[in-house]
């Protein structure tokens, strides 16, 4: 199972922006770009949301209907890592962002980071 971590979660003023990231690490029958890799979050109270998928080429991405249009989703498969830019940032986006990677029907979830929009 890979191993995720995330980081670049902090404390932003509402229009701020942060970058989240993703490290995978620990892969044994497959590579990272093999990998289908999401960002969801979860806001206290509430259930975890998706947030936006992209796919192992890098080639298309899809997201969330509430962040379309502020944030991009992105990876570098030579670093084995994800992105998640966010700008616009709201104050309903805040919670833990958590980064998922899927590959032959099996997932693995990071640990997560905090990203709270506070003015």
């Known amino acids: 199972q890979v191993h995720l971590v995330e980081s670049g979660g902090g404390v932003v003023q509402p229009g701020g922006s942060l970058t989240l990231s993703c490290a995978a690490s620990?892969?044994?029958?497959?590579?990272?770009?093999?990998?289908?890799m999401n960002w969801y979050r979860q806001a206290p109270g509430r259930q975890r949301e998706f947030v936006a998928a992209?796919?192992?080429?890098?080639?298309?991405?899809i997201y969330g209907d509430s962040v379309k249009g502020r944030f991009t989703i992105s990876r570098d498969n030579a670093k084995n890592e994800m992105y998640l830019r966010m700008n616009s940032l709201k104050l309903e986006d805040t919670g833990v962002y958590y980064c998922?990677?899927?590959?032959?029907?099996?997932?693995?979830w990071g640990q997560g980071t905090q990203v709270t929009v506070s003015s």
């Open positions: 998922n990677a899927v590959c032959a029907s099996r997932g693995s």
């Open positions: 620990g892969f044994t029958d497959f590579t990272f770009s093999d990998y289908a």
């Open positions: 992209i796919t192992r080429a890098g080639d298309s991405t």
